[in-house]
């Protein structure tokens, strides 16, 4: 298991740009994958981006061109920097860690894009 702690999230308008940000503590060294999940209110929840050990990073089309991932295996961290946000984009995020038959979640930052 791991602890997942995440920063960032906020009001912004549309058109703006947030950065968030997540590290990973406990078991870290069994980690394989991070990334982030988010779920809008009456919504499942869906994946954002997500980097995977030997299988590169997946996006969602509908934040491809505008959000980027990075992430930092030495300090077990990702980042995901988002530009372009529109409404659309509000929604929980949270922070996904994935090791070995467990899938771990942070508790979720709010991104609310509003005028």
Aim: hydrophobic share 35%.
């Amino acid at each position: 298991q791991v602890q997942l702690v995440e920063s960032g999230g906020g009001l912004v308008q549309p058109g703006g740009s947030l950065r968030l940000s997540c590290a990973a503590s406990g078991s870290a060294w069994k980690l394989y994958g991070m990334g982030w999940y988010r779920q809008a209110p009456g919504k499942q929840r869906e994946l954002v981006a997500v980097n995977t050990d030997g299988s590169g990073t997946n996006y969602a089309d509908s934040v491809k061109g505008r959000f980027t991932i990075s992430r930092d295996n030495a300090k077990n961290t990702v980042i995901l920097q988002m530009n372009s946000l529109k409404p659309e984009d509000t929604a929980i995020y949270y922070c996904y860690a994935q090791l070995i038959g467990s899938d771990n979640w942070g508790k979720g930052t709010l991104v609310t894009v509003s005028p």
